[in-house]
């Protein structure tokens, strides 16, 4: 037999605006979760978002413990000390092309409440049964009083289930099972090699930049105190990309492509999936007559950040060249794990060197 006696822990927020703010918002999270289970079928988290404060708050839903629904990163799973791997989905998100669907608004003194499954994302087979960890992502892409994206750290404590028997890996749940691995269109085929390799190119040149200029002032506003050797062997990595069983495809067998979302990668095979706003993208070269950086629509830049998080193994902390500037220089730990860091960083290097 096993208990399936649930652990409620309240989890106070200790919050920072990346930008200054009237007033920093408060909230409580609270998770509920087995604290033993047979299966990891079992292991049914919920978590109870409120706002304590006296105005509403928007968040950006995914990738935090607000978004029940697409199979991102919501925790960081371990089990004695060693991370299970996280093979559900990352995104490549356009914050202009967003629809209120992706946000949570919790009205002050409000409470919203979010059922996850989590055996499908994690690789729980490869650690084995026992106690395993398990650590909200605390970091939220709010709207601020500026109509603008603010980084939102939450201090949030950990909690533990003992898993006793069945650890067996799960699939994530495919919605078109007759959806083809690869595009079938030959314009977007088209479409998707040019920018593949312009999103090598990219990183070429944003690689050679950093070898040639240092932690300069561009370099710091992306990435603090990173490393130059940190950022290097992640555009490294997208530039030597060279695999043969990884796909570009045109299709969503797996319904992400919701409101926003350009691209994803399915972390389990590093298969790349576009959605239909990919294809209104421009070409890099537009970045010198035609779209500035902020805009963040260049489809090298998109396959960029894409091929990071298949190579390098890069989070989704949240979206736009502001916001990412923002991480840079208050949490570069975390700008250098933000795929989209690298992808407006890549296309600031090429607008200031080549045009």
Do not use: W
């Amino acid at each position: 037999m096993f208990s399936l006696a649930l652990i409620t822990l309240a989890l106070t927020s200790v919050v920072s605006f990346a930008t200054p703010a009237k007033r920093a918002p408060a909230l409580e999270i609270s998770l509920s979760a087995p604290t033993s289970v047979h299966s990891i079928d079992d292991i049914k988290v919920t978590a109870a978002v409120t706002n304590t404060g006296s105005e509403a708050i928007k968040v950006l839903k995914y990738g935090t413990v607000l978004d029940g629904n697409m199979p991102t990163r919501s925790f960081t799973v371990s089990k004695d000390g060693v991370l299970a791997d996280f093979v559900g989905i990352k995104l490549s998100v356009d914050m202009n092309e967003i629809g209120e669907e992706a946000f949570v608004t919790i009205p002050a003194g409000e409470t919203v409440t979010v059922d996850h499954e989590v055996a499908p994302l994690y690789n729980f087979e490869s650690l084995g049964t026992g106690m395993y960890t398990f650590e909200p992502v605390t970091t939220f892409q709010i709207i601020g009083d500026d109509a603008k994206p603010n980084a939102f750290e939450v201090s949030a404590a950990s909690f533990k289930v003992d898993v006793k028997h069945d650890v067996a890996a799960r699939e994530l749940k495919v919605l078109d099972k007759r959806a083809k691995n690869a595009c079938t269109s030959s314009s977007y085929t088209s479409f998707i090699s040019s920018s593949y390799s312009e999103g090598k190119t990219l990183a070429s040149i944003a690689s050679s930049y950093v070898a040639s200029n240092g932690a300069n002032s561009l370099f710091k506003s992306y990435f603090g105190s990173t490393s130059t050797s940190t950022v290097r062997n992640v555009l490294n990595n997208v530039a030597n990309e060279n695999s043969s069983s990884r796909t570009l495809n045109c299709s969503d067998p797996y319904g992400a492509c919701t409101s926003g979302v350009i691209a994803y990668t399915v972390i389990s095979t590093t298969n790349v999936y576009f959605c239909s706003l990919f294809y209104s993208e421009v070409t890099t070269s537009k970045l010198c007559s035609g779209t500035s950086v902020a805009s963040r629509n260049i489809r090298g830049g998109t396959v960029l950040h894409e091929l990071t998080h298949a190579t390098s193994g890069t989070v989704d902390v949240g979206y736009g060249c502001s916001y990412d500037q923002s991480l840079g220089s208050s949490s570069p730990s975390q700008a250098a794990k933000n795929a989209d860091n690298y992808n407006c960083f890549a296309t600031q290097v090429y607008a200031s060197t080549q045009c």
